[in-house]
């Protein structure tokens, strides 16, 4: 059974940083791909960040390009993502997941609790 489990979200000022991890299980997790991903209220859950099995190759959104950096630790079993420079509207609880197809970001079918990102202007 797939377990994930986000935290490290919080409340920050406009410009700040943040880090989230996530443990997961349930997977051999350095078999597959991980990405985070976010909802924002009122909105459809969306991808942020992804990383590949080994950690060789990361893509991002562009709306977060330049600001996160997603990194795997896969002894750990932890995916993490750091965030800088944050904006109002990054706003959002933030997920992670196993990525099911790495071409098409596909995540895998059941979600964590997510983590509470939230970025006062």
């Known amino acids: 059974q797939v377990q994930l489990v986000e935290s490290g979200g919080g409340l920050v000022q406009a410009g700040g940083s943040l880090r989230l991890s996530c443990a997961a299980s349930g997977r051999t997790f350095r078999n597959y791909p991980m990405g985070w991903f976010r909802q924002a209220p009122g909105k459809e859950r969306e991808f942020v960040a992804a990383i590949s099995w080994t950690g060789g190759r990361t893509y991002y959104a562009e709306s977060v390009k330049g600001r996160f950096t997603i990194s795997r630790d896969n002894a750990k079993n932890t995916v993490s993502l750091q965030m800088n420079g944050l904006k109002p509207e990054d706003t959002a609880v933030y997920y992670c997941?196993?990525?099911?197809?790495?071409?098409?970001?596909?995540?895998?079918?059941?979600w964590g609790r997510g983590t509470q990102v939230t970025v006062s202007s």
């Open positions: 997941n196993f990525l099911n197809d790495w071409s098409t970001k596909e995540p895998y079918g059941s």
